[in-house]
């Protein structure tokens, strides 16, 4: 029997994970094999995978290892690399408590898009700092079949077009990234976000994720969602002085995101580790080529 190496899956409001356990970055996880876990009938299945390195084991992160131990090393489920994943890092979190690599309380969690703050409360809920968003000026067009509407362009490490709609349903099926324009904004790919309003500081919204396709949550682009809604509603936390907190549906859950005068954004939410196993390594080795 060839080596066997150890998986678990988990999500956060259903934004799902392949977990790779791997202290000593000892795998070589190729596009193609990222790709091949991720598949939903001859894999594992998730929109993206954890890569779990203790950050002095990966380049990226070595310079971050002084204040986190470990690196959240995230693919999106086509095998491409993303600067950050906000469900994903909840879900790290988790995976760290259950293996005893973290307690209650607080942590640090090293990514692509800088050290992040975790907190795991005692009713499990975990609250992710999320840095601060950046807002390019100009708004960009995001295209779906005859309808077309402007988009904020929010920044949270990673890219998000962010559109305000009637109805969700005018989305369509979101089997194809919508075209958003101009395209050069958006030189490597974007995740887009529809968005509707629920009531006062609560909307809900669907995505297409860059790499992954349509997700049921996405806690980059929920973060996206709440500071375009906050700068459209005139309630901005730098120009009011006083923090906005927004409830944003998604299709797999709900996540609460914060936004403070100083910029810092905060979003809370579940995260659940609902199996773990493990792979034929000769599988991985050749599987998809
Ligand atoms: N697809 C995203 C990365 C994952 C984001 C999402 N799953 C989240 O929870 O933030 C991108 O390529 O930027």
């Avoid at 994970?17 to 970055?25: A, K, M, T």
């Avoid at 876990?37 to 002095?56: E, K, M, N």
């Avoid at 295209?143 to 009637?166: D, I, K, L, Q, Y």
Wanted: aromatic fraction near 6%; glycine fraction near 12%.
């Amino acid at each position: 029997m060839s080596t066997r190496i150890a998986f678990l899956k988990g999500h956060g409001t259903e934004n799902d994970f392949v977990i790779v356990p791997d202290p000593e970055n000892a795998l070589d996880l190729s596009p193609a094999a990222v790709a091949a876990l991720c598949d939903r009938r001859a894999g594992i299945g998730g929109d993206g995978v954890l890569h779990v390195v203790r950050s002095a084991a990966h380049p990226e992160a070595q310079g971050m290892a002084a204040e986190a131990e470990w690196f959240m090393d995230y693919r999106n489920g086509d095998g491409s690399v993303a600067e950050m994943c906000g469900n994903g890092v909840r879900v790290f979190a988790r995976y760290l408590q259950h293996a005893g690599h973290a307690a209650e309380g607080d942590l640090a969690i090293a990514t692509r898009a800088g050290v992040k703050t975790v907190h795991i409360a005692k009713d499990g809920d975990i609250t992710v700092g999320m840095g601060r968003a950046r807002l390019p000026e100009g708004d960009v067009t995001v295209t779906v079949g005859e309808h077309s509407w402007p988009a904020r362009n929010v920044n949270m490490g990673n890219p998000h077009a962010v559109a305000f709609v009637a109805d969700l349903a005018h989305a369509g099926d979101l089997y194809t990234a919508p075209p958003v324009s101009p395209a050069a904004t958006y030189p490597d790919g974007v995740n887009v976000e529809f968005v509707v309003d629920r009531g006062p500081r609560h909307v809900a919204m669907r995505v297409h994720e860059r790499g992954s396709g349509e997700t049921r949550s996405c806690g980059t682009g929920a973060c996206a969602v709440a500071v375009a809604t906050a700068r459209r509603d005139g309630t901005d936390p730098a120009v009011t002085g006083t923090p906005a907190t927004y409830t944003v549906d998604v299709p797999g859950g709900r996540l609460v995101i914060t936004e403070r005068p100083d910029g810092e954004i905060e979003m809370t939410g579940p995260a659940v580790i609902v199996a773990e196993g493990e792979i034929d390594a000769e599988w991985l080795a050749h599987a998809f080529g």
